[in-house]
């Protein structure tokens, strides 16, 4: 695991990179993103309904593979979304978009 992946294990996407506490809140609902340049990271999905999550999410990263780009992350077909705060579910790397 290289420096920058390391930084981002238990953290959740778009939590500043110096704040003292980037983990997860406990009355709050996350995807966990698997693979790619974002795997480990925890996606806040509070508030998202379920055809929304079923969408998937481009995220703007610096660690694609065209940094400002976007990594793809979906859900795969058949996994339910677990209800209530904490992880709900995974969202997988499918590739990366300019």
Do not use: F
Request: net charge negative; charged share 25%.
């Amino acid at each position: 695991m290289d420096g920058d992946e390391q930084l981002l294990n238990g953290r959740v996407y778009g939590a500043d990179h110096d704040d003292p506490n980037p983990g997860p809140l406990p009355d709050r609902t996350y995807a966990e993103l698997v693979g790619g340049p974002l795997d480990g990271l925890l996606l806040d999905i509070h508030g998202w309904r379920t055809d929304e999550v079923d969408d998937g999410a481009a995220l703007v990263t610096e660690l694609s593979r065209w940094p400002g780009g976007r990594a793809l992350y979906d859900p795969r077909p058949g996994e339910s979304l677990k209800p209530g705060p904490g992880v709900a579910c995974r969202l997988y790397y499918s590739g990366d978009t300019p």
